[in-house]
């Protein structure tokens, strides 16, 4: 039994961007999405949905379509009219180049990966060549009245079929000439929206056209003879989004109202071989505009203004494994955003255009368990930190101390000192930082405040002195392995011996600032490392992996300690996978070094580490929570492993001095207070 | 419903007796049932007739012996029976002037009793339990009698019965505290002893009564803790040998404190029973009451104060109580009606609505005034007695001799002065019965004799039910006098359903022509009848028309064309007349319980079931298409009453109107309208859903933006 005072924040007012568009890559079993502000994220499936990168993004930027070529090039375009391609391992924009069409408001990819096409506002279909490299411009196709907004290859790469306003066309990719027009019925009178938008259109390999428009209605089209298959009118709005499964048996559908509607290439009678397209499923799973929808070959992903990522499980096609038939939803990212300065109680929000620094309330009463405190000393805003330059803030920090906060954008790393006077408080910016700091991954004080950590290009780590006058570039680790993979994890030990990094290739790399030389490398494990510390005393690296293993690697005997094995063989990770959120931040107690503490979204634990393991299953399974359970038959106070869902969603948790915690909570209703409302108001009771 | 009437003195009891003994040993009844024998504790026997209140014969014993068990009359020979001094048995005529010359002999044991039967001989039981015939006892007076009863064992009680023409004699004896029952037989002689459990902490019965009922005796018998308890003694019981009767509570009486000691029992007709000696409710401790109980209903009917002190003696005869208080014995006459609820409740109801008349805030001149007449006869002498009550009994037996032979047009003017006076009494009550009983008798026996208006009073006193007046419904529908009719659905709180069926069918085939001479009571219907603004108008959001369309049901797609039209067109015409329409209502407002009422609805014929449905829907349309439940006017149906009257007639008649072709259009309406109704209340039961939840919701305590709280981990 552990007591703690709680601060309940609930004042991080964090708001995630809405969901634009996706593109799933099912070799690599990656999806790829574009979020409303710019930034782009990758998240693997194969490794528990885990947010793999995440590119911040870029007031400019406007994505409207995301493609992969391959499984490592990503591209994007937008209505500023620009294509992007990334790199994924700078994470940035590789380059940008101007279609000159005005904006952009699709982009297709043909079969063999050889050849974009790019839908304009000028009504112009642009063709480019894609090089190793870059791409190239070759050619427009027939330009036509009114803008393009939707595009399809035929998978034979001769015909693009396009949607417009009220018409389909069907280009010859040779000639360039339209081959086909097919006008789109509009709305009948006095629906809202007369033009009839063809928001969508899929060409199926056997010269079908499907077209999801504005006016509600999923049509089949015959693109040969431009006829009229069949209408399904699915929702009083529009049909934002349509994704055709690989093998094209499948088709779903996201509409304005939230709803994503499956259909199935089936024959209507038993026996009978002649298929048709059947509405089978729908989905309800968004409150507002579904735009992004895609299948992958065991679920339905669909992504929308309401900015949760959902991926419901077909589970007609999942093999029974409970963990993977459940819905997940995506909704707060996989890394923390919050950091936290312990001593004097200061918290650090990230936002993607400011940070926010905050001081802690305060009570001076006492109080039993259950009981909420009076607050004596109110929680005050000391700092509001906007950034500069349109390029988002993509990961930021504060010193133990409090004195020091660095952030960085994928341009620029930007360091402050901050001086606390009783009631003042001034920040100056560290104008002269050393010329190899130009943007960071990942940044990270040491525990005295002495040096900043910068996770760099090419996995390189700098280390940086700092000191009043001046900040001086001390030595750059660069992994053994010769890797280039991003790094997302650092971690120091308390007594400034040790560093540590993680990067996105799995790597674990324990760097010697002592001698200022590479000491290790982890075993590699296959699953990414979604959080990582170093015990204060016994400098034990603990570390928290995608797929919820956790391990406990020794760093002077350079090998996982005996309570790592024990986890193991509790079978630990097995109960935590009806957790779908990763754990996302592990500390340690400093009043008690040997309670560890780590939470993801929807708990919270600490593992005392001097306490044996015993009986964690029939823990996690029983019924009945120890607290419901009479004094007697409590599983005592040998029980290691305490747990907290009291609070939920969670941000950030933090073990302060003193018994404190810190609970960063996001209550879902307020994000979604602050989303626009649904176009369609809930009626009450349905 | 039970009353007492005004009592009378009979004798004075004799002077100087205790407090304890009233100087009573019991009365007989004579030769006529206005005539008792009295047999006084000492040595008198006299013989009164009742009405007149004077002695007609009286014997005494002479100095020195005494009368020892009440004297009886010998039915067959008309001679009267006494027993002096416990072994002498007299016998003499009414011409026997000198009571020591009478006829003699002497028993060997001493007698306990004499009962008489009417038309045979009387039995004679002897102390110690044994039981003879008078004429064999007369043969061989001093046979040896046999001891049944054992030592220390007394008699309390005995009764005797006629059974298939065979003598029946019970009686209960007491032996330290414990109860026995003994059932003697004669011919074959056989004695069933039974045993009945005390009650425990020391309460003792102190008085029995019984009555012989379809071949069973009900043993009533009063205890001293004040209850009463039924037993029943089966005439032939299978088993030989002492039994053990089992008792259960029928009524407790409500003593406030101690114990009863000098109460009785006796049981009167049709549930009642009367008791001396008991307060009436627990808040008056005065245990000198008079009381007649329903015993079904447990409830007081009627109770009299006895002045000077009640001894406990209590008997019943020819309708009249004869019992001793203070210095005299009094004949109180009594009436009991059979029990219904609605005449048990009766007593209820007019307490309340005295209450409310006297109530300060509303002098009524009228009750006051008649409270002093009422006063009257207390404070009055003798002589002036029975002139002042005038407005009371004695005027119901008058005016039921006034009614005889008169013609309908006289009789309001013979009913008005009875009609007139205040309601408030019971005697009201229960002479407002008894006269509509013997009107309707008299309408039943005499085809022309019909006093409609008189009729129409007596029903709008709203004190008659159909159970105290059977028949006068049905009467009514008999001469198609439907004003009455509807008065009487209006004011008897318990018409049986198959009478309110009887109405329904009579109502439904009457034309509307013949209605228009009628005068009916409109109030049920509401006269301004447009009730097309109120349903097309969109009421809460809610319009059936809406509702309709936004179902997309393919089975439906005939009619769907001209369906709102159509809806609307069907609740603008009123299917029946606006007079069928108030009677009809008045039937929708009777209450009934559905399983009784069921296979009277199945005599309706298919028309008239289809014309009902019609009307039924018509007031359903009308009350739902308003937000108020209720239709305007103050007697019309509820919407609960139209839908179950709706279930009844279709669940009563579905086959018949399935194959019934113009019963089609009406039922495919009724679905669709039933169905949109089904869709709005599960619309609503989301909405409370929704509701409740916000309730649960609001619950939870409000967190602010920040917080400290003290969490324990287990």
């Known amino acids: 039994m552990v007591e703690f005072k709680v601060h309940?924040?609930?004042?991080?007012?964090?708001?995630?961007?809405?969901?634009?568009?996706?593109?799933?890559?099912?070799?690599?079993?990656?999806?790829?999405?574009?979020?409303?502000?710019?930034?782009?994220?990758?998240?693997?499936?194969?490794?528990?949905?885990?947010?793999?990168?995440?590119?911040?993004?870029?007031?400019?930027?406007?994505?409207?379509?995301?493609?992969?070529?391959?499984?490592?090039?990503?591209?994007?375009?937008?209505?500023?009219?620009?294509?992007?391609?990334?790199?994924?391992?700078?994470?940035?924009?590789?380059?940008?180049?101007?279609?000159?069409?005005?904006?952009?408001?699709?982009?297709?990819?043909?079969?063999?990966?050889?050849?974009?096409?790019?839908?304009?506002?000028?009504?112009?279909?642009?063709?480019?060549?894609?090089?190793?490299?870059?791409?190239?411009?070759?050619?427009?196709?027939?330009?036509?009245?009114?803008?393009?907004?939707?595009?399809?290859?035929?998978?034979?790469?001769?015909?693009?079929?396009a949607g417009s306003l009220d018409v389909i066309r069907v280009f010859d990719v040779k000639s360039g000439h339209s081959v086909q027009r097919i006008l789109v019925d509009k709305g009948p009178a006095g629906t809202h929206n007369k033009d009839c938008v063809v928001w969508n259109v899929a060409f199926l390999s056997d010269y079908t056209i499907v077209s999801g428009d504005s006016v509600g209605k999923v049509q089949i089209w015959d693109a040969n003879k431009g006829t009229l298959i069949k209408t399904h009118l699915v929702s009083k709005w529009d049909v934002l989004s349509l994704s055709v499964s690989e093998n094209e048996d499948s088709i779903v559908a996201g509409t304005s109202e939230g709803t994503v509607v499956q259909f199935q290439l089936l024959s209507p009678t038993i026996g009978d071989t002649e298929t048709q397209w059947i509405r089978t499923r729908t989905f309800k799973h968004h409150t507002h505009d579904v735009r992004a929808v895609t299948e992958t070959k065991t679920a339905v992903v669909s992504g929308g203004l309401d900015t949760q990522l959902v991926i419901c499980s077909l589970l007609d096609k999942v093999e029974v494994k409970p963990s993977e038939s459940v819905l997940r939803k995506v909704i707060f990212p996989h890394r923390t955003l919050v950091s936290c300065a312990k001593k004097p109680g200061l918290l650090l929000f990230q936002f993607p255009d400011q940070l926010e620094l905050w001081r802690l309330g305060g009570t001076d009463t006492v109080g039993k368990p259950g009981e909420s405190l009076p607050v004596t000393r109110k929680p005050e805003k000391l700092l509001q930190l906007k950034r500069k330059g349109d390029d988002h803030i993509c990961c930021s920090t504060i010193s133990e101390c409090g004195q020091w906060i660095a952030y960085s954008t994928v341009t620029s790393i930007r360091l402050y000192q901050l001086?606390?006077?009783?009631?003042?408080?001034?920040?100056?910016?560290?104008?002269?930082?050393?010329?190899?700091?130009?943007?960071?991954?990942?940044?990270?004080?040491?525990?005295?405040?002495?040096?900043?950590?910068?996770?760099?290009?090419?996995?390189?780590?700098?280390?940086?002195?700092?000191?009043?006058?001046?900040c001086k570039h001390v030595h750059t680790f660069k992994p053994k392995s010769g890797s280039s993979a991003p790094v997302h994890l650092l971690a120091a030990s308390a007594d400034g011996q040790w560093l540590t990094s993680a990067n996105r290739h799995c790597e674990i790399n324990v760097y010697n600032l002592k001698k200022l030389k590479h000491h290790c490398m982890l075993p590699v494990y296959n699953s990414l490392p979604s959080a990582m510390a170093i015990h204060p005393e016994t400098n034990n690296l603990l570390i928290a992996h995608a797929d919820q293993q956790i391990f406990e690697f020794s760093t002077v005997d350079k090998q996982y300690t005996d309570w790592s094995r024990k986890l193991h063989k509790e079978g630990f990770h097995k109960c935590r996978i009806k957790w779908h959120t990763p754990i996302t931040h592990i500390t340690f107690n400093p009043s008690a070094p040997s309670q560890v503490m780590l939470h993801d979204t929807y708990m919270f634990c600490i593992i005392d580490q001097s306490l044996p393991l015993d009986g964690l299953k029939a823990q996690f399974y029983s019924q009945l929570t120890p607290k419901d359970m009479s004094e007697t038959d409590r599983p005592s106070k040998t029980n290691a492993f305490k747990m907290c869902t009291k609070y939920q969603p969670l941000l950030h948790v933090n073990v302060l001095e003193d018994d404190w915690l810190v609970v960063v909570e996001r209550p879902l209703i307020d994000i979604h207070s602050q989303l626009p409302a649904p176009v369609r108001q809930k009626k009450f009771g349905t | 419903?039970?009353?007492?009437?005004?009592?009378?003195?009979?004798?004075?009891?004799?002077?100087?007796?205790?407090?304890?003994?009233?100087?009573?040993?019991?009365?007989?009844?004579?030769?006529?049932?206005?005539?008792?024998?009295?047999?006084?504790?000492?040595?008198?026997?006299?013989?009164?007739?009742?009405?007149?209140?004077?002695?007609?014969?009286?014997?005494?014993?002479?100095?020195?012996?005494?009368?020892?068990?009440?004297?009886?009359?010998?039915?067959?020979?008309?001679?009267?029976?006494?027993?002096?001094?416990?072994?002498?048995?007299?016998?003499?005529?009414?011409?026997?002037?000198?009571?020591?010359?009478?006829?003699?002999?002497?028993?060997?044991?001493?007698?306990?009793?004499?009962?008489?039967?009417?038309?045979?001989?009387?039995?004679?039981?002897?102390?110690?339990?044994?039981?003879?015939?008078?004429?064999?006892?007369?043969?061989?007076?001093?046979?040896?009698?046999?001891?049944?009863?054992?030592?220390?064992?007394?008699?309390?009680?005995?009764?005797?019965?006629?059974?298939?023409?065979?003598?029946?004699?019970?009686?209960?004896?007491?032996?330290?505290?414990?109860?026995?029952?003994?059932?003697?037989?004669?011919?074959?002689?056989?004695?069933?002893?039974?045993?009945?459990?005390?009650?425990?902490?020391?309460?003792?019965?102190?008085?029995?009564?019984?009555?012989?009922?379809?071949?069973?005796?009900?043993?009533?018998?009063?205890?001293?803790?004040?209850?009463?308890?039924?037993?029943?003694?089966?005439?032939?019981?299978?088993?030989?040998?002492?039994?053990?009767?089992?008792?259960?509570?029928?009524?407790?009486?409500?003593?406030?404190?101690?114990?009863?000691?000098?109460?009785?029992?006796?049981?009167?007709?049709?549930?009642?029973?009367?008791?001396?000696?008991?307060?009436?409710?627990?808040?008056?401790?005065?245990?000198?009451?008079?009381?007649?109980?329903?015993?079904?209903?447990?409830?007081?009917?009627?109770?009299?104060?006895?002045?000077?002190?009640?001894?406990?003696?209590?008997?019943?005869?020819?309708?009249?109580?004869?019992?001793?208080?203070?210095?005299?014995?009094?004949?109180?006459?009594?009436?009991?009606?059979?029990?219904?609820?609605?005449?048990?409740?009766?007593?209820?109801?007019?307490?309340?609505?005295?209450?409310?008349?006297?109530?300060?805030?509303?002098?009524?001149?009228?009750?006051?005034?008649?409270?002093?007449?009422?006063?009257?006869?207390?404070?009055?002498?003798?002589?002036?007695?029975?002139?002042?009550?005038?407005?009371?009994?004695?005027?119901?037996?008058?005016?039921?001799?006034?009614?005889?032979?008169?013609?309908?047009?006289?009789?309001?003017?013979?009913?008005?002065?009875?009609?007139?006076?205040?309601?408030?009494?019971?005697?009201?009550?229960?002479?407002?019965?008894?006269?509509?009983?013997?009107?309707?008798?008299?309408?039943?026996?005499?085809?022309?004799?019909?006093?409609?208006?008189?009729?129409?009073?007596?029903?709008?006193?709203?004190?008659?039910?159909?159970?105290?007046?059977?028949?006068?419904?049905?009467?009514?529908?008999?001469?198609?006098?439907?004003?009455?009719?509807?008065?009487?659905?209006?004011?008897?709180?318990?018409?049986?359903?198959?009478?309110?069926?009887?109405?329904?069918?009579?109502?439904?085939?009457?034309?509307?022509?013949?209605?228009?001479?009628?005068?009916?009571?409109?109030?049920?219907?509401s006269l301004v009848d447009g009730p097309g603004h109120s349903l097309e108008g969109v009421q809460n959001g809610f319009s059936p028309v809406l509702l309709e369309e936004d179902g997309c049901d393919v089975q439906l797609t005939a009619p769907k064309l001209d369906q709102s039209s159509s809806w609307i067109d069907m609740s603008l015409t009123r299917p029946v007349g606006l007079k069928k329409s108030a009677l009809l209502n008045e039937i929708l407002r009777s209450s009934y319980s559905e399983s009784f009422l069921l296979p009277h609805l199945k005599d309706l014929s298919s028309r008239q079931v289809i014309l009902f449905l019609r009307y039924l829907q018509y007031l359903y349309v009308r009350s739902s298409g308003d937000v108020y439940t209720q239709l305007p006017g103050l007697r019309a149906p509820t919407v609960t009453q139209i839908m179950d009257w709706v279930s009844l007639l279709l669940d009563a008649h579905f086959t018949v109107l399935i194959m019934a072709p113009e019963a089609k259009g009406l039922l495919t309406q009724l679905h669709r309208f039933v169905r949109s109704q089904v869709r709005l209340y599960s619309e609503l039961g989301k909405i409370q859903g929704t509701l409740q939840e916000l309730g649960k919701i609001n619950k939870e305590q409000e967190i602010g933006l920040y917080s400290i709280e003290v969490i324990e981990l287990f």
């Open chain 1, 419 to 470: 001086q606390c006077e009783s009631n003042n408080i001034s920040i100056t910016k560290v104008s002269k930082l050393p010329k190899v700091l130009r943007s960071a991954h990942q940044l990270q004080f040491s525990a005295d405040s002495s040096k900043l950590f910068v996770a760099s290009e090419q996995a390189t780590i700098h280390v940086i002195s700092l000191s009043r006058s001046e």
């Open chain 2, 1 to 525: 419903m039970a009353a007492l009437y005004e009592g009378f003195t009979l004798c004075g009891l004799a002077a100087g007796k205790s407090r304890e003994n009233s100087g009573l040993l019991g009365i007989e009844p004579g030769r006529d049932p206005d005539h008792v024998i009295v047999t006084g504790a000492g040595r008198t026997v006299t013989v009164y007739k009742v009405s007149d209140q004077k002695p007609l014969g009286s014997w005494a014993a002479k100095q020195g012996q005494a009368v020892t068990c009440p004297a009886v009359l010998h039915g067959q020979t008309g001679e009267y029976v006494a027993v002096q001094d416990s072994k002498v048995l007299r016998i003499w005529r009414d011409e026997d002037i000198n009571f020591e010359k009478v006829f003699k002999a002497t028993l060997s044991a001493a007698v306990s009793r004499i009962h008489a039967l009417p038309s045979l001989e009387p039995l004679v039981l002897f102390q110690r339990g044994a039981v003879r015939q008078l004429d064999a006892l007369l043969a061989a007076p001093q046979q040896a009698v046999e001891e049944v009863l054992s030592e220390d064992e007394v008699i309390r009680w005995s009764s005797c019965f006629l059974e298939a023409e065979q003598p029946l004699l019970l009686f209960s004896t007491e032996k330290s505290g414990e109860c026995f029952l003994y059932l003697q037989k004669l011919k074959p002689n056989v004695l069933h002893k039974y045993s009945i459990d005390s009650e425990g902490k020391g309460a003792c019965p102190i008085s029995f009564t019984a009555t012989l009922e379809n071949k069973c005796i009900t043993l009533m018998c009063l205890y001293s803790s004040g209850c009463v308890y039924k037993l029943l003694v089966s005439l032939h019981p299978s088993v030989e040998g002492e039994q053990h009767l089992p008792k259960s509570l029928l009524l407790k009486l409500p003593v406030s404190e101690g114990v009863l000691s000098r109460a009785a029992i006796t049981s009167l007709e049709e549930g009642h029973i009367a008791i001396v000696g008991s307060p009436h409710s627990a808040s008056t401790g005065d245990r000198d009451f008079l009381c007649i109980w329903n015993t079904n209903f447990q409830t007081l009917q009627a109770s009299k104060e006895l002045a000077g002190g009640a001894y406990g003696q209590l008997w019943c005869n020819a309708g009249k109580l004869y019992v001793t208080h203070g210095k005299v014995l009094t004949v109180l006459p009594y009436r009991c009606e059979m029990s219904s609820l609605a005449a048990a409740l009766g007593k209820l109801k007019q307490t309340s609505t005295q209450e409310v008349t006297l109530s300060p805030s509303e002098l009524n001149w009228n009750s006051l005034l008649h409270e002093e007449t009422a006063l009257q006869p207390r404070t009055g002498g003798a002589g002036m007695r029975t002139r002042n009550s005038a407005t009371l009994s004695p005027t119901i037996n008058q005016v039921l001799e006034d009614l005889k032979g008169v013609s309908s047009e006289e009789v309001e003017e013979v009913l008005e002065p009875f009609l007139s006076c205040s309601p408030v009494s019971p005697q009201f009550q229960l002479g407002l019965s008894h006269i509509t009983v013997e009107l309707l008798k008299r309408c039943q026996a005499d085809p022309g004799f019909y006093p409609q208006t008189v009729l129409a009073r007596l029903a709008q006193t709203g004190r008659l039910s159909h159970s105290s007046c059977p028949g006068f419904l049905m009467l009514a529908l008999e001469k198609r006098d439907y004003f009455l009719a509807q008065l009487c659905l209006q004011q008897f709180p318990d018409v049986p359903e198959a009478v309110t069926c009887a109405c329904l069918k009579a109502f439904l085939s009457v034309a509307d022509a013949d209605l228009v001479p009628v005068n009916v009571d409109l109030e049920g219907v």
């Open chain 1, 8 to 161: 309940r924040v609930r004042f991080f007012d964090y708001m995630p961007s809405g969901i634009r568009c996706m593109a799933f890559h099912s070799k690599a079993d990656r999806l790829a999405l574009a979020r409303l502000d710019g930034s782009v994220e990758i998240i693997n499936f194969s490794n528990n949905y885990f947010q793999e990168k995440v590119i911040p993004g870029n007031d400019s930027r406007s994505i409207e379509a995301i493609c992969w070529v391959g499984c490592d090039r990503l591209f994007t375009a937008g209505l500023n009219g620009e294509i992007v391609e990334f790199d994924l391992e700078r994470l940035c924009p590789k380059y940008t180049l101007d279609a000159f069409g005005g904006p952009i408001w699709t982009a297709a990819c043909n079969s063999e990966e050889t050849h974009f096409a790019f839908g304009c506002e000028d009504g112009s279909v642009k063709l480019f060549e894609i090089l190793p490299d870059k791409i190239q411009f070759e050619r427009n196709l027939d330009r036509q009245k009114g803008r393009i907004l939707s595009l399809s290859w035929h998978k034979s790469g001769t015909l693009i079929a």
